[in-house]
C-alpha cells in the first residue's frame, strides 16, 4: 500500500472508531462492500449494521452479490422494504429523483437506527461523488447521514486498489446504479420500465458484456457499450437476438448509443440551473 493510500485509510479507520456503532446503507457495490469491511475491521461486526434496500429499483443480480459480499465479509444484512414508487415526486422522475429516493432509504435508516440503539448512520460517497451531480448527497445532508469515505478523501480509484488488497470481489467489478437511473427525466418510473430494465440488461450480460448500459425513452431502448464492444451488439447473430428480444420486453425501437458507454449519461440533458438546484 502506497503511504498516501495507506494515510487515507488511516483516516478513514479514525473516523470509523469515533463513530463507535454505525448502521450502513449497503448496497453491495464497489464502495459501500469496501466501507462495510473497513467498518467490520475497525469497529467489529457487532457494531455494525449492514441495511440493503430491496425495491423494484434493485434488480435481483444485485442483491445476490450485495448478499453474498456480505457474507464473504461475515456479516449479515438486514433487509429494508422501500415503497419509493408511491411517492409521486420520486415516480414524476425529474431532475432532483435521486434525493426523493435517498430521503426514503435514510429515513427509514433513521427510524432502525432509533429502534435498535444505533446513533449514526453511514453511506459510500467518495471523494469523486462532490464533484458529480448527486442529488443524494443532500439528501444526506438533510438526514446527518456521514459519508466516511468522502470525508477521508478517498476516490473510486483508491477505493478499488484498496479493495483488491484486501480481497473483495468487488474491486473490478463495473459500478451498477439503481434501474432508476437508466429512465428517461420525466417520463414516470413504473414497477413495469424498472423491470424491463433489468431484463434487457440481463440478456446483454448473457452476451458476455461487462459494462453497459440500457437508457429507457419510453418505446426506445438505448444501449451504451464501449467502443470496442460495439461490434458485439451490430454483428449477426446478436443484433437480431438482441432485437427480437427487447422488442418482446415492449420496447419497439432497439437503438445502439454510438458515443459509447458514459456514466450518467442522461444527465447531460440537465440544464446547469436544474443541477445547481437540485445537486
Known amino acids: 500500500m502506497i503511504a498516501d493510500l495507506q494515510k487515507k485509510y488511516q483516516v478513514l479507520e479514525e473516523i470509523l472508531k469515533k463513530l463507535d456503532k454505525v ?24 457494531n455494525v449494521l449492514a441495511c440493503i434496500a430491496v425495491s423494484p429499483s434493485l434488480s435481483k443480480s444485485q ?19 422501500l415503497d419509493e414508487l408511491s411517492d409521486s415526486n420520486y415516480a414524476a422522475n425529474k431532475a432532483d429523483r435521486c434525493f426523493h429516493c435517498k430521503s426514503h432509504l435514510f429515513g427509514a435508516l433513521n427510524k432502525v437506527a432509533g429502534e435498535k440503539g444505533f446513533e449514526n448512520i453511514i453511506c459510500g460517497s467518495n471523494f469523486d461523488d462532490k464533484d458529480d451531480y448527486r442529488p443524494g448527497n443532500r439528501a444526506a445532508e438533510v438526514f446527518n447521514v456521514r459519508a466516511p469515505l468522502m470525508e477521508a478523501g478517498l476516490t473510486k480509484n483508491d477505493i478499488r486498489q484498496l479493495s ?12 451498477s446504479p439503481c434501474l432508476a437511473s437508466r ?34 425513452h419510453n418505446e426506445i431502448a438505448r444501449i451504451e457499450v464501449h467502443p470496442e ?22 420496447f419497439k425501437y ?15 440533458t440537465l440544464t446547469d440551473e436544474q443541477k445547481r438546484e437540485n445537486g
Open 63 to 81: 442483491y445476490e452479490q450485495a448478499i453474498q459480499c456480505a457474507k464473504d465479509i461475515g456479516i449479515d444484512v438486514e433487509k429494508i422494504q
Open 23 to 46: 448502521i450502513l446503507a449497503y448496497s453491495g457495490g464497489v464502495d459501500s462492500t469496501f466501507l462495510l469491511k473497513a467498518a467490520v475491521d475497525s469497529l467489529a461486526k457487532e
Open 183 to 216: 429512465i428517461s427525466y420525466g417520463l414516470e418510473i413504473t414497477e413495469g420500465r424498472l423491470k424491463q430494465i433489468e431484463e434487457a440488461e440481463e440478456f446483454l450480460k448473457g452476451l458476455g458484456l461487462l459494462e453497459f448500459r440500457v437508457r429507457h
Open 164 to 175: 483488491r488488497e484486501l480481497g473483495l470481489k468487488t474491486a473490478d467489478v463495473p459500478a
Open 229 to 250: 464492444d460495439i461490434n458485439i451488439i451490430t454483428e449477426e447473430p446478436n443484433r437480431s437476438k438482441i432485437t427480437n428480444a427487447f422488442k418482446k420486453l415492449g
Open 254 to 268: 432497439v437503438t445502439l448509443d454510438l458515443q459509447g458507454f458514459r456514466s450518467g449519461s442522461l444527465n447531460e
